[in-house]
């Protein structure tokens, strides 16, 4: 992993194709903690070869800030990924700080991915090391979930990706990440639990993947929250309006965070002070050392998006 972004709020992961300059000049301006640079399924296969340099010289030379950057490889099923990778990390400056992994089948695929890593940057003499998100998208993928998320220390985040699952699993949709209503529940339910339970068991961040009807932002924000309330830490955008309503989705509202802070210096004194009790009255709910690991996650997530408390 990149010590840099391993923490770093990745609340809107922002897809942009690699072969198209103009979105590759405009990808840093637009709000996203996360931009990935495709060459992917985005990038047409003739266009894949022109757009590893295309991608090269937006990251040498456009101005990121403090965005996460990460270039999404083709997987290894195809004939491309292991000259994606080396050129991409050979000729990359250090501000590349990821590669994204798509179609991730076992953990041997992280493996290979972080050896091939490990080489390139013991020849180029770098001294950055660039960590890995890797995407669950198959049933396979999802059977071996677990190890996956638990082969290689570089590895940030753990991704679904709707679209390729619902095609690996038959399901009969012909439009990816979006809630379908003849579905008594939320077809994915099971989907997001088992992934988020893996990435929280090896400390990983996770990141629901793409809503792909754009124009719909109502309906991008009622899905979004879905996988924002089970605890994902946030969510792909497709198109520059998308990011706005993923990185509210996945900001703690001012109350909440105010509320959080209340629970703690609560908390706190209660422990500390005068019976030293572990377990005391907030308002009409009892709070104890559980309160105080969900309080302290709002003000993590909020204090990344640069949130404040409100003077009391
Ligand atoms: C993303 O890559 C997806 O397949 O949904
Ligand atoms: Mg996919």
Known sequence: MSERTKNLPRRSCHATPGSNEKMLGKAPGLGADMVFLDLEDSVSPLEKEAAREKIVKAINEQDWGDTVLCVRVNAWDTEWTYRDVTYIVENASERLDEIMLPKVQSAAE????????????????????????????????????????????????????????????????????????????????????????????????????????????????????????????????????????INEVFTPTQEQFDKAFDILEAYEKATTEGERRGAVMFGDEMIDEASRKMATKFVTRGERAGMTRSAS
């Open 110 to 245: 992280v493996v290979a991915l972080d050896l091939l890593l490990t080489q390139i940057e013991k020849t180029m003499g770098h001294s950055r090391r660039v960590g890995i998100e890797a995407q669950i998208e198959t049933a396979r993928g999802l059977i071996n979930v677990e190890e996956i998320c638990a082969a290689s220390d570089r590895l940030e985040t753990i991704i679904f990706g709707p679209a390729d699952f619902a095609a690996s699993t038959e399901m009969p949709v012909l439009t990816g990440g979006v809630q379908i209503p003849e579905y008594p529940g939320d077809h994915f339910h099971y989907v997001f639990s088992k992934i988020l339970m893996a990435g929280r068991a090896n400390g990983l961040q996770v990141i629901d993947g793409p809503f792909l009807k754009i124009r719909e932002l109502d309906a991008l924000r009622d899905y979004a929250m879905r996988t924002r309330i089970l605890g994902f830490d946030g969510k792909w955008s497709l198109h520059p309006d998308q990011v706005t309503v």
